[in-house]
């Protein structure tokens, strides 16, 4: 079964940074394109950043310049460096897997980011 792990949530304050992980498993990762989505309570679920399997990268609007997302495709890992933080960054924030070669679309179970003084 294709899998997909998260770590690295918690609570950081207004300009810190936190690093999130997506590890899979079940797939051939390489292949996969993968991304990672936020959503805050009583509002939508949001592209925050995307890599496709070329490694080319795609950012929401309101994380530009400060999220960067990544592959390591030996550990089949997909990571979310998230620097000058905002209190608007509050969400919980799902890793998804996408592969139209492989057929299949998974998501993770999400990780809460709180970002608050």
């Known amino acids: 079964q294709v899998q997909v792990a998260e770590s690295g949530g918690g609570l950081v304050q207004p300009g810190g940074s936190l690093r999130l992980s997506c590890e899979a498993s079940?797939?051939?990762?390489?292949?996969?394109?993968m991304a990672w989505y936020r959503q805050a309570p009583g509002k939508e679920r949001e592209l925050v950043a995307r890599i496709y399997s070329s490694g080319t990268t795609e950012y929401g609007t309101s994380v530009e310049g400060r999220f960067t997302i990544s592959r390591d495709n030996a550990k089949r890992t997909v990571i979310l460096q998230m620097d000058s933080l905002k209190p608007e960054d509050t969400a919980v924030y799902y890793c998804k897997l996408n592969s139209i070669v492989q057929s299949v679309t998974v998501w993770g179970q999400g990780a809460q980011v709180t970002v608050s003084s």
């Open positions: 079940g797939i051939t990762f390489s292949l996969a394109a």
